[in-house]
């Protein structure tokens, strides 16, 4: 049987938990723009959006009190 998707076991590497806890330093250094733009850079790959989508602002309704 022949496996569709494989494992690239070089994309990962071992290391501690002191070594791993210095992505907290690495993204204290970036801006907060830059922050919020590699998160929106993760959700549209993660949701699959593209920056074409816009929201349906039809959807929902304001009413005044």
């Known amino acids: ?3 569709k998707f494989r494992m690239d076991k070089t ?3 071992a290391t501690n938990a002191k070594d791993a806890d ?3 330093k690495y993204w204290k250094d ?3 723009t830059e922050r919020l733009e590699a ?3 993760l959700i549209k790959h993660a949701y699959q ?3 074409s989508h816009r929201m349906d602002k039809t ?3 304001k009413r005044k009190r």
């Open 49 to 51: 959006v593209d920056d």
């Open 59 to 61: 959807v929902f309704s």
């Open 39 to 41: 998160a929106w850079f």
């Open 1 to 3: 049987m022949e496996q």
């Open 22 to 24: 210095n992505h907290i």
């Open 11 to 13: 994309a990962f590497e």
């Open 30 to 32: 970036k801006t907060y």
